[in-house]
């Protein structure tokens, strides 16, 4: 049985710091690529962040380019996300998602992860 399990999300003030994990069971973890989505109540589910499978490559969404990092460590079968300089636009619910064996896009988009976790809030406050 495959599990993802976020956690770390919580309250923040603007401009603080939070670092959120994923620990991954079930899965092949070292072979797939990796990836956080956030959404807001009445939003499609949007594209965060990702990482290769080893973790030389990784890729970010405009918004929080320059003050997030994405890292994994395989031996624990964990992704994390750190983001920093939050915003109350960061406010979401954020998955982790194990991506597909193959996929032909650039694993941006959701059709591109067959596993997701429950979701960690993550709210930043004023």
């Known amino acids: 049985q495959v599990q993802l399990v976020e956690s770390g999300g919580g309250l923040v003030q603007a401009g603080g710091s939070l670092t959120l994990s994923c620990a991954t069971s079930?899965?092949?973890?070292?072979?797939?690529?990796m990836g956080w989505f956030r959404q807001v109540p009445g939003k499609e589910r949007e594209f965060v962040a990702r990482i290769s499978r080893y973790g030389g490559d990784r890729s970010y969404a405009d918004f929080v380019k320059g003050r997030s990092a994405i890292s994994r460590d395989n031996a624990k079968s964990t992704v994390y996300l750190q983001m920093n300089s939050l915003k109350p636009d960061d406010t979401a619910v954020y998955y982790c998602a194990a991506g597909r064996t193959w996929c032909g896009s650039t694993y941006l988009t959701t059709g591109c992860y067959d596993y997701w976790g429950q979701g960690t809030q993550v709210t930043v406050s004023s």
């Open positions: 079930g899965v092949t973890f070292s072979s797939r690529i």
